[in-house]
């Protein structure tokens, strides 16, 4: 069974960090491109990184760009997203996205994590 488990989100005052997780089983890791993807409250997904599978590639929406990176440790079958100098627009919830390699399509969603960013 694929799984993909999100951690890592809390709330934070504007100009605060977090670094959110993705541990995954039931698939071979090493063998997928990863994306995040978040939804803030009212309105549809944003996809806003990319990485593949053997991380020589990466990039990041331009609302996120400079702020946030995305990583991978397929040793630990892990996905990771650093998050700086966090924004209220940051506020959503955030999801772990397997990619199929060649494919340009997302398969399995995790279940998110819930990011708040507030005074």
């Known amino acids: 069974e694929v799984q993909l488990v999100e951690s890592g989100g809390g709330m934070v005052p504007p100009g605060g960090s977090l670094r959110l997780s993705c541990a995954t089983s039931?698939?071979?890791?090493?063998?997928?491109?990863m994306n995040w993807v978040r939804q803030a409250p009212g309105k549809g997904p944003e996809w806003i990184s990319f990485i593949d599978r053997y991380s020589s590639l990466s990039y990041s929406s331009k609302s996120v760009q400079g702020r946030f990176t995305i990583s991978r440790d397929n040793a630990k079958t892990t996905l990771y997203l650093q998050m700086d100098n966090l924004k209220p627009e940051d506020t959503g919830r955030y999801y772990c996205v397997r990619e199929p390699a060649d494919e340009g399509l997302f398969d399995y969603w995790g279940q998110g994590t819930q990011v708040t960013v507030s005074e």
């Open positions: 039931g698939f071979t890791f090493s063998d997928y491109d």
